[in-house]
């Protein structure tokens, strides 16, 4: 544990902390993506009962959908689907392989913390990447007070 106690991760900490930055962005893409797809489909009679959450079985099968000879309508609602689950399962595979990358820098960098129970890589690079940051705002606080800079001036008020 004394590696994690090191808050100089030099290039391993910035690989560490753009990797975590670009997994949030992918993760809210990839929702957004699902949501957009769900609701498409459940405003559209494309075929696919959408009363739950879409599986990732049903979000292949769209993915995999051909065009057909149906309304315009119809047609430009099935195509953006097709759009928006191909756009899922490709941010499923850069998920993948921003996970992989997480796992050779924590192993690396700090192999025991994925040792311990319930910490993956995902979880052990957000460890690593708050530890090394400066102090939090919270414990500055607690030290000298509350931050003026964030209070309303006093002749304002009144």
Known sequence: MARLRDR??????????VLTTAREQLDAERLRAINALTALVRTHDLGIDARRALTRTQIRQIANWRR???AIGLATARAEA????GRVAELDIELKGNR????????TR???????PGVGAVTA???LCDWS??????????????DRRHLPDSSVLG
Request: glycine share 10%; hydrophobic share 45%; charged share 20%.
């Open 110 to 116: 700090a192999p025991e913390l994925l040792a311990m």
């Open 125 to 127: 690079a957000v460890v």
């Open 100 to 107: 992989a990358q997480l796992t050779a820098l924590v192993t």
């Open 68 to 70: 057909r000879a149906e």
């Open 8 to 17: 100089r991760g030099g290039q391993d900490q910035v690989a560490l902390q």
């Open 133 to 146: 940051g400066p102090p939090r705002a919270g414990a500055q606080r607690s030290r000298h007070g509350p």
């Open 82 to 85: 097709v759009r928006l689950a």
